[in-house]
């Protein structure tokens, strides 16, 4: 009964702020290592340390993803001067090509996020709207197609009120999406579907050690062959910046492509954000309708650039 009412609790919660649990189980254990062309190294996992110095992988590039130098100073804010999508990265392949080897699909993409990364919140109307498909260019369209199935797909990683320390707990999922007993959301996304991407945005519900636990993510994503796409959020919900400070900060020590859609939506009035009159409490952490299309317009650039990258196309 009183698993019920654990389990009753976590559904009915709604994309409202919370402390998340601290995970109970460390991700399962991951393939054996498999090395493709030497130009990066990726950290043996056995039990991960989710501590502040816990070592991400780096990827040796002549041409960073972020160009602008990036410290961990809190009144550091250089990140708002970042392109709003990524810029070329080649050594991307790299990560693709090992995630090929052990079994990720090259037409399977996942997002890490809450309700704002919900299929009818994002990206959803790429695989309902034909329309809207046929209005863009040959190059997005064909990027589209490549992931077709992947746009609305409901996943125990896009969900209410999910933070990253929920996405490493094994009760988030609550058994649905398929997702199996003592697994993260994370585990089971990675064994369900096998993405070669990921899109993390999160944080408006964010926790004590969210930089800690979003480097956790990075490190299984990045053992398992998947890329990263790293992405800023519109709100200041934590009133400092911090939370796309840290985004920017990791996407620097990993060396992976930043989606900054906090700079894409900076001409809107209030960076086209809103209070819902139903929770009054969360404040301006909606996005308008406006703000919803360049959301979804952004992100989809960024998965093609990404996936291009990674392709070598």
């Known amino acids: 009964m009183k698993n019920f009412i654990v389990t009753l609790f976590v559904f009915l919660i709604a994309c409202a702020p919370q402390v998340t649990p601290p995970p109970t189980q460390p991700p399962t254990e991951t393939p054996a290592r498999i090395v493709p062309t030497p130009r990066y190294d990726i950290p043996t996992q ?11 992988t780096k990827l040796t590039t002549s041409t960073p993803t972020i160009a602008t130098t990036i410290t ?11 392109p709003i999508l990524p810029e070329p990265d080649s050594n991307l392949r790299a990560i693709y090509e090992k995630g090929l080897a052990l079994g990720n699909s090259p037409n399977a ?15 959803g ?6 329309a809207l498909v046929a209005s863009l260019s040959p190059e997005l369209q064909e990027t589209v197609a490549n992931f077709a199935g992947s746009f609305e797909r409901e996943s125990p990683t896009a969900q209410d009120g999910t933070t990253p320390g929920a996405l490493l707990w094994d009760q988030w999922h609550r058994g649905e999406y398929g997702c199996q007993f003592g697994e993260t959301p994370v585990d089971c996304e990675l064994r369900t579907h096998r993405p070669s991407f990921v899109i993390i945005q999160i944080g408006s519900h964010f926790e004590s050690r969210n930089t800690d636990y979003l480097r956790r993510i990075i490190n299984q994503l990045l053992e ?15 009133k400092d910046f911090r939370i796309n400070r840290d985004m920017a900060l990791l996407a620097n020590e990993f060396d992976l492509p930043l989606w900054n859609f906090w700079a894409a939506v900076s001409d809107l009035p209030n960076r086209g954000l809103f209070t819902r009159k139903d929770r009054p409490l969360q404040g301006d952490i909606y996005l308008t309708d406006e703000a919803k299309v360049i959301h979804r317009e952004t992100g989809l650039d960024a998965l093609n650039i990404v996936w291009r990258m990674a392709t070598g196309q």
Do not use: H
Request: aromatic content about 8%.
């Open 46 to 56: 056995g039990q991960p340390t989710v501590t502040p110095e816990a070592t991400g």
């Open 224 to 238: 398992q062959g998947v890329i990263p796409i790293l992405a800023t959020k519109a709100d200041n919900r934590e």
């Open 125 to 130: 109307v790429y695989d309902t709207d034909p």
């Open 72 to 82: 961990s100073t809190p009144e550091s804010n250089a990140w708002m001067d970042l």
């Open 109 to 123: 993409f996942s997002i890490f996020g809450d309700c704002q990364a919900e299929p009818q919140e994002f990206l």
